[in-house]
T-cell receptor
Framework: GAVVSQHPSRVICKSGTSVKIECRSL??????MFWYRQFPKKSLMLMAT?????????EQGVEKDKFLINHASLTLSTLTVTSAHPEDSSFYIC????????????FGPGTRLTVT | QKEVEQNSGPLSVPEGAIASLNCTYS??????FFWYRQYSGKSPELIMS????GDKEDGRFTAQLNKASQYVSLLIRDSQPSDSATYLC???????????FGRGTSLIVHP
């Protein structure tokens, strides 16, 4: 149980275009999902917390107009990187909290974004 | 500022030995503690959670929590080369569902 999927696993896009990444909880409903990014050999950086049916809460320094997050249902959250630039190239990982009374998180497999 | 500290390593142990990974945290109100394993190029995988003082064992893994000293550790018995990965410590403060992650400790188990 507690399986989280992400799509796509890898994407290469041209500078200036937008990319959408999907995060799905496959066998549970997730009221809360998290979006992280990770640079090579660096720690996880929380970008935003996504709550179903409400606006995402962004961490300090994360541009909400650039990283659009939509949590339209209890099993799906999307992250759209708008007007991507090479510095947005990173490993983007979502996670979901399956149980309301615990703080365990389960991570998706991640999406490696390369902006050329 | 809530902080979670881990030695970045690498920690190198021979196959079959016990690997000991440590984590300290600053928020005394923390209530939930987690260990994640992350292989290179992959996303983190939850391997242990612990909520109360003492030891919690799961197979070759033992998590140890000491709230008075504000540390949590992970012991890996009979270490295998497949255990080579980065181990992330995560801590949830009281009332918050947003965890604070440490930078991770790189573990290398050599044959």
């Amino acid at each position: 149980g507690a399986v989280v999927s992400q799509h796509p696993s890898r994407v290469i896009c041209k500078s200036g275009t937008s990319v959408k990444i999907e995060c799905r909880s496959l066998d549970f409903q997730a009221t809360t999902m998290f979006w992280y990014r990770q640079f090579p050999k660096k720690s996880l950086m929380l970008m935003a917390t996504s709550n179903e049916g409400s606006k995402a809460t962004y961490e300090q320094g994360v541009e909400k107009d650039k990283f659009l997050i939509n949590h339209a249902s209890l099993t799906l959250s999307t992250l759209t990187v708008t007007s991507a630039h090479p510095e947005d190239s990173s490993f983007y990982i979502c996670s979901a909290r399956p149980y309301a009374n615990t703080y365990e998180q389960y991570f998706g497999p991640g999406t490696r974004l390369t902006v050329t | 500022q809530k902080e979670v500290e881990q030695n970045s390593g690498p920690l190198s142990v021979p196959e079959g030995a016990i690997a000991s990974l440590n984590c300290t945290y600053s928020d005394r109100g923390s209530q939930s503690f987690f260990w994640y394993r992350q292989y290179s190029g992959k996303s983190p995988e939850l391997i242990m959670s612990i909520y109360s003082n003492g030891d919690k064992e799961d197979g070759r893994f033992t998590a140890q929590l000491n709230k008075a000293s504000q540390y949590v550790s992970l012991l890996i018995r009979d270490s295998q080369p497949s255990d080579s990965a980065t181990y992330l410590c995560a801590v949830n403060g009281g009332g918050s569902y947003i965890p604070t992650f440490g930078r991770g400790t790189s573990l290398i188990v050599h044959p």
